[in-house]
Nanobody, 127 residues
Framework: QVQLVESGGDLVQAGGSLRLSCEAS????????LAWYRQAPGKQRELVAA???????NYADSVKGRFTISRENTKNAVYLQMNNLQTDDTALYFC?????????????????????WGQGTQVTVSS
């Protein structure tokens, strides 16, 4: 069993910054994709950013130029630096993990193809 624990969510004013962290622990044999998703009330879970172990990265158009995903493979950790936050960024942010090596940047996992999810960390952006 693998546990993902997110942290770093907070209440911030529009234009501000936050850094989210996610660390994986437990029976980890391999990790390929580490990703951040978010879900606002009444909406579906959507991709924010994802990265593969080999270094491929994918961003949602809405966050390009504002958010940066990074990871430390030795710590089984992934981070999300969020700058110039807007009210539309308000959501519960989840960390997802897939061990499937078929996801190499040419194809990315759908929401249903992740092996594990964290419980989420709340980001609230006020105007």
């Amino acid at each position: 069993q693998v546990q993902l624990v997110e942290s770093g969510g907070d209440l911030v004013q529009a234009g501000g910054s936050l850094r989210l962290s996610c660390e994986a622990s437990g029976s980890i044999f391999s990790i390929n994709v580490l990703a951040w998703y978010r879900q606002a009330p009444g909406k579906q879970r959507e991709l924010v950013a994802a990265s593969t172990r080999s270094g491929a990265i994918n961003y949602a158009d809405s966050v390009k130029g504002r958010f940066t995903i990074s990871r430390e493979n030795t710590k089984n950790a992934v981070y999300l630096q969020m700058n110039n936050l807007q009210t539309d960024d308000t959501a519960l942010y989840f960390c997802g993990m897939s061990a499937n090596l078929q996801f190499d940047g040419g194809r990315w996992p759908s929401v249903n193809e992740y092996d594990y999810w964290g419980q989420g960390t709340q980001v609230t952006v006020s105007s």
